[in-house]
């Protein structure tokens, strides 16, 4: 069986022309070396865009949770803003149907 297997790559070896196996060991190099690089730049490119949602993250947890840290003032001259901003309903909700409509 296996003296087999080597016959017919021998025979298929005969019928290929050493140039284009050649050529094809070259290609599959310059290839795999392109994809390597590709993915050396597609994996900068998640680094980049994960650090900006983090900023992003960080950033709307701080205007969401500030009226917390701005003092009880704030929160006596606008009751409505008592919790903070957070509410039951998020805007997912709403387009659900599960928000408020006006009548």
Known sequence: LRKQRQLRRQRREERI?????AAHVRAAA???R??????????????FANSRLGELSDTIGCLRYS??????DDRKAHPH????????????????????HAS
């Open 17 to 21: 022309p050493h140039h284009l196996r």
């Open 30 to 32: 310059i290839t795999e």
């Open 34 to 47: 392109f994809r390597g690089l590709l993915r050396a730049e597609v994996e900068k490119v998640i680094l």
């Open 67 to 72: 009226s917390y840290e701005d003092g009880q």
């Open 81 to 100: 803003l008592a919790d903070g901003g957070i509410h039951q309903l998020s805007s997912s909700d709403e387009e659900d149907g599960g928000g408020h």
